[in-house]
């Protein structure tokens, strides 16, 4: 199931999981996402759909792609397993380049290969590194520089194995083997939203622990939402989806205004690797409301007061607090998002609080914003340098990578400014980010 923004795919989900329970008595479903936050949500909206049967709950589980790895691997195991940090893994790569001479390559490059390829791919030999598709990678590798990488790659994984770690890949790499070969899965169906995030690992991970039928899996998302994975060919991995998904069209959560001004950020048609394409002409909002308001400040004091009186105002005519989002790129934009709010009056929740049915908006990063929706949302400090965030321009390893970079932050504000029902503010401060020019 594919639409953009606000069509419904979330409904549709939760319906799919209904669907499954209701008809089936013998079903066990699992509802699951990229994020625990995106997942509570959800567990609240299947509390509600299920408020009167709630025997049917039973049998369904809610829960991100890492913490319903997690728990399978516990039980499996009888163990916990401990994640490595990406400070470990960087200065792993740096100490066995270093220690094989492989100096021929960037930092960048190395952890890149690392992240994409050798881990995604969770490759443990040179035989299949040798052989692994590099899909998209523009840094062409023959066959001796792969033999001197992995070198390198090869020392990591080791490293990591002496010192009881795992990274998320392996994690679900993990499970997926201790279940493929099994014939008593954990679910007979799994309902996956936003699922243009999953990775190489998520994906054959949910594949191992669904039945084998052709009604297993559902996946619900939208190419313009991907904010996380680079692209990889789904058939490659045995799962195709052409031919049996549906696009939905109306948009029922965000106004005209918004949708028309938020859609100016994507182009009108994606593709996927395996060819299959996201139209996204032709969508329709079924209501109006103000256009939304993009302001490039000459200073972060002008910036707060400036979205402090958008927010004072909203609460003015009547919004409520918990009405209302406001979202920054990165932690070090935090800071500006409570000083808006704070000067509106604003009392505040983050996602770590939870904080359902609390009085107060929810400040947050754009990644978290996902799935979720507000009557009012302010996106605040989209300067130069932080959108895209220059942290990841610094570490493409290639052209590609570069560019998908910029799609990702650029499909990472759309994703927060369609966080939007009724009305949207968004800022940074002079010279601000690229992106803003689209909504002239």
């Known amino acids: ?171 679900f790499a993990t499970v997926a083997e201790l279940y493929r070969g099994r014939n008593d899965k954990p679910f007979t169906h799994i309902v996956v939203d ?88 032709g969508t329709v909002s079924v209501f109006d409301g103000p256009e939304p308001e993009i302001v490039v400040a000459g200073s972060v004091d002008e910036e707060i007061a400036g979205a402090a009186r958008f927010l004072a105002t909203a609460l003015d005519d009547g919004i409520l607090p918990q009405e209302i989002g406001v979202f920054v790129r990165s932690p070090n934009e935090l800071q500006r998002a409570r000083a808006a709010a704070a000067a509106a009056g604003l009392a505040v929740r983050t996602f770590v609080d939870g904080g359902t049915g609390e009085a107060a908006a929810l400040v947050g990063t754009m990644h978290l914003a996902k799935g979720l929706e507000f009557r009012v949302v302010a996106v605040m400090a989209c300067d130069q340098g932080v959108l895209p965030l220059e942290e990841r321009v610094a570490d493409v390893a290639d052209e590609f990578e570069l560019d998908e970079v910029v799609a990702t932050e650029r499909q990472l504000l759309y994703v927060a400014a369609t966080r939007a029902r009724d009305r949207l503010w968004i800022s940074g401060v002079d010279p601000a980010s690229e992106f803003l020019e689209e909504f002239r």
């Open 1 to 171: 199931m594919a639409g953009s923004a606000g069509t419904g795919k979330t409904v549709v989900a939760l319906h799919r999981v209904h669907r499954m329970l209701h008809g089936d008595p013998d079903a066990r479903v699992l509802l699951t996402t990229f994020s625990e936050p995106l997942a509570r949500s959800l567990r609240g909206k299947l509390n509600v759909m299920f408020g009167d049967r709630p025997g049917l709950l039973e049998r369904a589980s809610v829960g991100s792609f890492l913490d319903t790895a997690a728990q399978l691997h516990a039980l499996a195991l009888g163990r916990k397993p401990h994640l490595a940090v990406d400070d470990i893994v960087r200065s792993l790569l740096t100490k066995a380049a270093s220690a094989a001479g492989v100096t021929e390559f960037t930092q960048q490059f190395l952890y890149s290969e690392w992240t994409y390829v050798i881990d995604a791919w969770q490759i443990a030999t040179p035989e299949a590194y040798a052989e692994v598709p590099r899909m998209g990678r523009k840094n062409r590798l023959g066959a001796r520089q792969r033999e001197r990488l992995w070198q390198v790659f090869a020392t990591v994984r080791e490293s990591l194995a002496e010192r009881g770690l795992t990274t998320q890949a392996g994690i």
């Open 194 to 281: 936003e699922a243009q995030d999953l990775g190489v690992a998520e994906l054959r991970f949910l594949s191992a622990i669904a039945a084998d039928t052709p009604d297993a899996l559902f996946f619900a998302g939208d190419l313009g939402q991907r904010i996380f994975q680079q692209p990889f060919s789904w058939t490659g991995l045995g799962i195709d989806v052409r031919g049996r998904s549906a696009t939905l069209k109306v948009n029922y959560r965000t106004s005209h205004q918004i949708r028309r001004a938020v859609d100016r950020l994507l182009p009108k048609k994606l593709r996927d690797v395996d060819g299959l394409e996201d139209d996204r002409a």
